[in-house]
């Protein structure tokens, strides 16, 4: 797959993910301990020595900087932190992927063989990877809506648009010359923040080292997301500068970025019950919706997801059986994709075993009262719960219908039934094709996979035709008129394959002779298909208008939803994640998932060992068994094995992949690189019984960098740091 379409797949991975929780999202129990992704204006505020922090906050964050600065956010959608003075960057191993796949090929398949440099010379670039560094965080809200107490609807929201350009504007004045530096504002809880970031983009990654895919991915999707757990998720990068210390391409001639900040390395573990904290960039969560979008959520949208992406996780596996380099080249996006099938599943059955429906709309009643008894709070927020329930049960009737119209085909998964969709389009419209048109057609119609899109494709005509009788798709019904069940299948498939198989749009030129024919020409050559587009595209259209009309009013709603509880409540509710830098806290602690089963926090490689059948993906390296067998551990040992993973209450979501999580004293002990199974659905709430974050341990890092791959040259870079001789691993 070619990154122009990595980048496509990613930024529609993200679309599905986000608009499932914009539109769709949940409750909040604001006071709830460990819960909250802070930005770090808020650190100073959290009173956290009582909690255990043993250094001072503005250590963390300050105006001087603080630990907070050497956390970077990756492109790829990680986090990641520097930890050397020479730009090394240690993140996970799934965040490094795929740099691993783009650099592979049939004979060398470093996604499942891993990378190892022996010196920086033999450091290779990460392809297309960035690094961005957080220098200034600042509350602007107070600016940003300035002059708007009196203003709603477009009035409020332009004058909420020039407040932002005007801050902006003054920022960039005083950073001319800077280069990498950008200044961005971004808004939170449907306006009720909004924070300024100054960010510096670095360009030139290379990969160090990463271990094989049955040590960073060990368990593969069986254990994903599950405790216990055996992974050794981690990756070693570097960040590179031009000679003169600004921001460039990759060269041979670039050299280390020098960071202002990088993390010590603590040797010491942890155990259970320590205060931990972590830094990094979690993606997205919204935690303060009403219970109709919840019920949306758990009901419809998000059901209706994982039969998608399941769909296109399976087309793809089908059509990398065709090929080994093509199998190579599909295992980082199949691994994105069962990755958010997985979460979106255990989000419903967390939403379910939650009552979180129930208990939302408990608060509302308490919400409505509240607000009845006092005539200043109904003439403030009287309209509040009515309105979201009006205009929110009117959206959600459709909802399943306007996803399937709106979703697919899309450049992602449907590249073929998109790029004729698109030309059918620009042809309707009077437009011409141009150059960057004519690029887009080639790189997207070059990383297609006809018989995952088959697959996919099939699945939206089943789609279709499995909504109610009064929600059908007009153009479908014509199309495969008097046909049900296996018959109707089999003319789908017919109609799939025409396009797909057939001559016609089997090449790029193919796609681009299009544009040169007229509506009525094209009409006339393919009939069916060519009605079905238009009747999509009037259907798009009118979805589109619809939803931006329901996103401007009930962002308005949500805004006075959210002050009201706050103000009920008598407390400050936090930022929800939004892929900027925040910090969380909590303490290593396991959980009892169910009746009878009580989880430690601990995992050690002799369990690994003890997982290990042979078979991927519970096939570990022999080399890696035999560290085991011999109690070959260096200084990384404790008892009979070398800790690996380990659990904590922190309060982390996608995005924080790669964020590293310390100690009372502010040294690194591990690396977040997932959440549990039970806490899933943390987008939505945070559940102080079931969330846990996941770990590696520090120690089995740099044990497997300088015992396993022999790549002490990386580990005599790093600060380390040892105050006992043993941890309290389990």
């Given amino acids: ?48 020595k009582k909690k255990g922090l043993k250094i001072n906050p503005s250590e963390i964050y300050g105006p001087n900087g603080g630990l907070a600065t050497a956390v970077v956010r990756l492109s790829i959608g990680c986090s990641g932190e520097f930890v050397s003075p020479n730009g090394l960057i240690l993140t996970n191993h799934h965040c490094a992927f795929d740099a691993l796949v783009s650099a592979s090929s049939a004979d060398k398949d470093y996604g499942r063989d891993g990378f190892r440099a022996g010196s920086m010379a033999e450091e290779i670039p990460a392809k297309n990877y960035s690094v961005f560094i957080t220098n200034r965080v600042e509350d602007v809200t107070n600016k940003v809506l300035e002059g708007t107490e009196n203003l709603t609807g477009a009035e409020r929201e332009k004058a909420i648009e020039n407040n932002i350009k005007k801050i902006s504007d003054l920022e960039k004045q005083k950073l001319a010359n800077n280069d990498g530096i950008s200044i961005r504002i971004q808004s939170t809880n449907n306006g009720l923040f909004y924070y300024l970031y100054e960010t510096y983009q670095i360009k030139d990654v290379r990969l160090v080292y990463a271990p094989p895919k049955n040590i960073g991915f060990f368990g593969g999707d069986p254990d994903n997301f599950e405790w216990t757990r055996h992974a050794g998720d981690f990756a070693f990068l570097r960040a590179y500068v031009a000679p003169d210390g600004k921001p460039a391409e990759y060269s041979q001639n670039n050299v280390p970025y020098k960071p202002k900040r990088y993390l010590v390395i603590s040797l010491d573990g942890v155990k259970e019950n320590d205060f931990v904290f972590v830094l990094g960039y979690p993606g997205s969560t919204t935690r303060y919706r009403e219970s109709w979008a919840i019920k ?66 408990a608060e509302e009643e308490r919400l409505s009262e509240w607000i009845n008894a006092s005539q200043d709070r109904k003439a403030k927020y009287g309209n509040v719960l009515p309105e979201l329930q009006k205009l929110s049960e009117d959206f959600y009737k459709t909802g399943t219908r306007d996803r399937i119209l709106r979703t697919i085909p899309n450049p992602a998964s449907t590249p073929t039934f998109w790029l004729i969709l698109d030309a059918v389009s620009s042809v309707s419209d009077g437009k011409k094709l141009d150059n960057r048109k004519r690029n887009e ?85 393919y009939p069916k298909l060519i009605e079905f587009c238009l009747g999509l595209l009037k259907e798009r259209k009118a979805i589109a208008q619809k939803t931006e009309s329901f996103s401007t009013a009930i962002n308005e709603l949500r805004y006075a939803y959210q002050k009201a509880m706050a103000e009920m409540k008598k407390i400050e509710p936090y930022p929800d994640a939004n892929s900027t830098l925040r910090f969380t806290y909590g303490y290593v602690k396991g959980y009892q998932p169910r009746e009878a089963v009580i989880y430690t926090p601990f995992t050690t490689l002799k369990g690994m060992v003890e997982k290990d059948t042979g078979v991927e993906p519970f096939d570990m390296p022999i080399g890696l068994k035999q560290l085991q067998q011999k109690r070959d551990f260096g200084r990384y040992g404790v008892g009979d094995s070398v800790p690996l993973n380990f659990l904590s209450t922190v309060d982390i979501i996608g995005g924080n992949s790669g964020s590293p999580i310390l100690n009372a004293q502010g040294e690194q002990v591990g690396i977040i690189f997932d959440g549990n199974y039970e806490g899933l659905g943390n987008d939505f709430y945070y559940d102080p019984m079931y969330n846990r974050a996941i770990a590696v341990d520090i120690r089995f890092v740099l044990f497997v960098t300088e015992k396993f791959a022999n790549a002490g040259w990386i580990v005599n870079e790093l600060t380390t740091k040892q105050r006992r001789v043993t941890s309290s691993a389990k």
């Fill in 1 to 48: 797959m070619g990154e122009f379409m990595r980048k496509i797949t990613r930024n529609l991975l993200s679309f599905l993910v986000i608009t499932a929780f914009l539109l769709t999202n949940l409750p909040f129990v604001f006071a709830i301990r460990d819960e909250g992704m802070f930005p770090p204006d808020r650190i100073e505020r959290l009173d956290l």
């Fill in 296 to 361: 949306y959520a758990q009901e419809v949208n998000l059901p209706f997801l994982v039969k998608y992406l399941r769909a296109w996780s399976d087309g793809l596996v089908k059509a990398g059986e065709e090929a080994e380099e093509k199998r190579v080249k599909l295992q980082s996006e199949i691994f994105s994709l069962n990755n958010s099938l997985k979460a979106f599943e255990g989000g419903i059955i967390a939403l379910r075993r939650g009552e979180v429906v129930a208990k939302r709309k």
């Fill in 441 to 525: 057609i080639m790189a997207v119609f070059s990383s297609r996979e006809p018989v995952a899109e088959e697959e996919i494709m099939k699945f939206y005509f089943k789609a279709l035709d499995e909504l109610p009788s009064d929600q059908k798709f007009e153009l479908a019904e014509k199309i495969f008129a008097g046909k049900t069940g296996r018959d109707r299948r089999a003319e789908e498939a017919s109609f799939i394959n025409s396009i797909l198989r057939g001559k016609d749009f089997d090449s790029a030129e193919k796609i681009m002779n299009l544009y040169e024919m007229s509506l009525s020409d094209l009409s006339s050559k």
